[in-house]
């Protein structure tokens, strides 16, 4: 990698880096408006670095390099496509400590949950190697004579718009399927965390991808526009709030864009008397607090069916001992920690029980952006503590008689991306699962994520639009079927299809 660009830090200490340019066409340039953000790094509360901020001319410049790429990358054999993700896949275990290390440090995870974002990445690119084997043939003799085949050709110019919470992982939820499809690419990192879309675009370039292929763009709002509105973008994939996805696709499909938004979660893990205490317990403290609840698929409410007191008394011990900067890492932002806090505060307000309290929580020699783990006890479901999204590490428990109301709470919220049972009765966890309005289901895991081939998406507010981002369905949506219908000699008896 080249050694201006390397990130030297391997604790928690401070280290300034490098401004963030975007990349276009193999080359480093800055926005032509010539603003800049600063980057912040959220343990220190300190700025690490700038980031360029783009507007519709970058994106039109991206675009025109994406789409002069595209013919010769389209022309490229499938799996000599595919041998470049084989490359990037040895360069990022490779690179491994300084990725996961620059991550936490633009973040604001700890290390061992910085190395999870990595290696999940990974994980996606080594999904991206076995497309050559999800694209062989589909095809079939349908009459006499007569062969119908079916083959997955590129969309063109495509692009993604990425959040700040997984920095590596979510790129790369798109990126393999698109690229080795045959599509050239644009990469809308979230300002807040450009830097590790910056090194995956010098891996790709190590790896030996061409010029122009994938082209990472930063910037806000009208950058975001820009993507969604300019003609030669053919799809748009989105991860983010549901308010924003919504907008997003909305504007995407105004200008007949294909678009898949993925959005904000509520995400109900429902706890009835008979589930392991201990398992129970320990999954729902890693669900919740876990990125610092800074995932879509964090635990958000506990519904509490029944007498299950003493599961509740064992997480609040356990949420209790953690160790905030060791075991938790920093939230994004200063902003994002008094949003956090006014959700604890009216939740007090309300009458609910706080039985752990993480704010006003900081860390020595880190002065940075911080919430503690939270639980919030007593809460109902028309609280904003009980149906709004926090994204933030606070643990809301509703308390109800029976499965059938825990059920209900979670299907009444608008969200429907992940939802659990915790028991160790195969006949409670399947009426549940079965009845659940939601995308990711658990039983006695907390956080439900499929893992590749399998799918990520959830339903409802959840998502906007069709399919699923990752997995054999995102290999669909950056695809369009080409269908061939064939005849080579004359059939000698006659069919309907002669």
């Known amino acids: 990698m080249t050694k201006e660009f390397e990130f030297s830090g391997r604790n928690y200490e401070f280290l300034p880096y490098v401004d963030c340019l975007n990349w276009i066409g193999g080359e480093w340039t800055e926005a032509q408006g010539g603003e800049w953000l600063d980057v912040e790094n959220p343990r220190h509360g300190k700025v690490m670095g700038r980031v360029t901020v783009s507007g519709t001319e970058d994106i039109a410049k991206a675009v025109a390099a994406a789409s002069a790429a595209a013919p010769g990358w389209k022309a490229t054999p499938l799996k000599e496509r595919a041998q470049i993700l084989y490359r990037l896949k040895q360069l990022m275990e490779r690179d491994l400590d300084e990725l996961a290390w620059l991550l936490s440090h633009e973040n604001g995870k700890t290390i061992a949950q910085a190395m999870g974002d990595v290696k999940k990445g990974i994980e996606c690119v080594e999904f991206g190697c076995s497309i050559p084997n999800l694209a062989a043939g589909e095809q079939l003799d349908v009459s006499r004579g007569i062969n119908c085949q079916v083959t997955h050709e590129p969309l063109g110019v495509v692009a993604g718009i990425v959040p700040f919470n997984f920095p590596t992982m979510v790129p790369l939820w798109m990126l393999p399927q698109a690229l080795v499809t045959g599509n050239t690419f644009i990469l809308k990192p979230s300002e807040q965390v450009p830097y ?3 090194k995956l675009a010098l891996l790709f370039k190590e790896a030996g991808l061409p010029d122009g292929v994938l082209n990472i763009v930063n910037g806000m709002k009208e950058s975001v526009e820009a993507i969604a509105d300019h003609p030669d973008i053919k799809a748009v994939g989105f991860v983010g709030s549901t308010k924003v996805a919504k907008i997003v696709y909305e504007r995407a499909a105004k200008h007949a864009k294909r678009a898949l938004c993925l959005g904000g979660a509520k995400n109900h893990l429902v706890v009835v008397p008979d589930a392991d205490p201990e398992l129970t317990a320990e999954t729902l403290v890693a669900s919740a607090y876990g990125c610092s609840g800074q995932r879509c698929m964090a635990a958000s409410v506990v519904v509490a069916v029944g007498d299950v007191q003493h599961i509740i008394d064992r997480t609040v011990e356990i949420a209790s001992g953690m160790e905030l900067g060791k075991d938790m890492g920093a ?3 200063a902003k994002s920690v008094e949003r956090i806090n006014n959700y604890i505060d009216d939740a ?13 929580a900081s860390v020595a020699g880190n002065p940075g952006n911080w919430v503690g783990p939270t639980i919030l006890d007593g809460v109902t479901a028309d609280m904003p503590a009980g149906c709004e999204e926090i994204f933030g590490p606070v643990l809301s428990i509703i308390h109800v008689d029976t499965l ?8 009444d919220n608008p969200y429907g991306n992940a939802a659990a049972i915790f028991t160790t009765n195969g006949g409670v966890a ?3 699962i079965e009845r659940f309005s939601a995308g990711m289901c658990g039983i006695n895991i907390g956080v439900p994520v499929p893992r590749e081939p399998f799918a990520f998406g959830g339903w409802n507010d959840s998502k906007i639009g069709h399919g699923d981002m990752t997995g054999y369905d995102g290999f669909r949506f950056w695809t369009q079927p080409r269908k061939v219908t064939s005849r080579w000699e004359a059939a000698k008896d006659a069919t309907w299809m002669s």
């Open 404 to 411: 059938d109301e825990a059920i209900a709470v979670e299907n």
């Open 196 to 198: 590790s879309s910056m």
């Open 348 to 360: 007090e307000k309300r009458g609910v029980k706080v039985l752990v309290d993480g704010r006003n």
């Open 430 to 432: 399947r009426y549940a």
């Open 331 to 333: 939230i994004i932002n």
